[in-house]
């Protein structure tokens, strides 16, 4: 069955993620960008106050793929034991140097997400180089927060496609990027592991806004 993810930004919110309905709890600054980062002292007293409840995840933050600096970020993540940890692969000739620098992370047992953005455009090897280098998923985001989701960018035979060659190398598969209640039906159709939300379940559907704890039941009686 399809998961809900929900990113939250402080105690508080992990709380009312917790209470609604959430099955991961993803920690994010939606302030900082696609993928903002919390600071780290945050994260590890989420992840305390959690303790185990769910299942939570962190993002990076908006880093450009230079392999040192990603590689100093995801071992700092590792340290206050996130479950997932997630890494945008912005646009870059190529990601090789990066997916080598992490694998010693990836054999270590840390388990990586990567998340690809709709509107940019990546090899067709790159999937299968994610998943060789030690990936334990794949997640499909929007890099732009204006309202879109990957359904604009998307066809309904390229999302089949999509979904197909990432559930096929048993790798994880989540969607997010502006997803609202609406959605949910369609995006159900291609089988992700989970559906991730911020705008969707915030007050106004206004990511930087606090989470809205009906929005978060209601997706989750849509599922």
Request: include cysteine; aromatic fraction near 6%; hydrophobic fraction near 45%.
């Amino acid at each position: 069955m399809t998961q809900i993810l929900i990113s939250v930004t402080s105690i508080t919110e992990a709380q009312i993620a917790l209470d609604n309905g959430a099955d991961i709890i993803d920690l994010k600054d939606p302030s900082a960008g696609a993928l903002g980062a919390l600071p780290l002292p945050l994260i590890k007293s989420i992840v305390n106050y959690i303790n185990g409840q769910k299942l939570v995840s962190a993002t990076i933050g908006d880093l450009p793929m230079q392999p040192d600096l990603i590689l100093e970020r995801v071992t700092m993540l590792a340290s206050v034991n996130v479950d997932y940890i997630k890494i945008g692969f912005f646009e870059t000739n190529d990601y090789q140097p990066c997916l080598d620098a992490l694998q010693a992370i990836t054999k270590s047992g840390e388990k990586l997400i990567a998340v690809l953005f709709a509107e940019h455009t990546y090899s067709e090897n790159l999937i299968a180089a994610i998943k060789k280098a030690g990936f334990i998923g794949i997640m499909l985001d929007t890099a732009n927060k204006n309202g879109q989701t990957f359904l604009d960018y998307y066809s309904e035979k390229q999302r089949k496609e999509f979904a197909q060659k990432v559930l096929a190398l048993d790798l994880s598969f989540g969607l997010a990027g502006s997803l609202k209640l609406q959605h949910i039906a369609t995006v159900k159709k291609i089988d992700p592991t989970y559906i991730g939300f911020r705008g969707g379940v915030c007050d106004e559907n206004q990511r930087q806004l606090g989470l809205n704890s009906e929005k978060i039941r209601a997706i989750c009686k849509a599922m």
